[in-house]
């Protein structure tokens, strides 16, 4: 889905929660102090622009 040009993250947000495991995962990188982002990311739509496509990808395989 990630590969489709059309792709949002609020069209992967669902897929991704669907599976708590890979929502641990991401919200934990996501929120790793190697981005050094100072605010709290919360919500899986947000770490999808966060992290993008890309990054998501590889943490979903």
Known sequence: M????KSSASDLTPLI???PALT???LSVANSSYLGFTKKVSTISHAVVVL???EIQNLAL
Do not use: L
Request: glycine fraction near 16%; aromatic fraction near 8%; proline fraction near 0%.
């Open 2 to 5: 990630t590969s489709g040009k």
């Open 17 to 19: 929660e669907s599976d």
């Open 24 to 26: 641990a995962r991401i």
């Open 52 to 54: 993008g496509f890309q």
